[in-house]
């Protein structure tokens, strides 16, 4: 793993490292989780869109475009 060297205040530190002990883990397994997180929501996010221009390819309206009332119909 690599170090890294973050700043911050350090009243919320501390308080950080409370919270985490209090739920017997530290802050830096804190923080590595959230990191990972942080990384897959965005993997997430990306593929959503990559499956969705797959499926603009083969979704097809025939070039109509239907007025309010059209598409409002029960």
């Given at each position: 793993?690599?170090?890294?060297?973050?700043?911050?205040?350090?009243?919320?530190?501390?308080?950080?490292?409370?919270?985490?002990?209090?739920?017997?883990?530290t802050l830096n397994a804190k923080f590595r989780e959230w990191l990972e997180d942080y990384v897959q929501r965005?993997?997430?996010?990306?593929?959503?869109?990559?499956?969705?221009?797959?499926?603009?390819?083969?979704?097809?309206?025939?070039?109509?475009?239907?007025?309010?009332?059209?598409?409002?119909?029960?």
């Amino acid at each position: 793993m690599k170090n890294i060297t973050l700043s911050a205040d350090e009243h919320l530190i501390e308080a950080a490292r409370q919270r985490a002990a209090s739920e017997h883990t530290t802050l830096n397994a804190k923080f590595r989780e959230w990191l990972e997180d942080y990384v897959q929501r965005q993997q997430q996010a990306d593929e959503a869109m990559a499956f969705i221009r797959e499926l603009r390819k083969h979704v097809r309206t025939g070039g109509r475009k239907f007025s309010r009332d059209e598409m409002n119909e029960r």
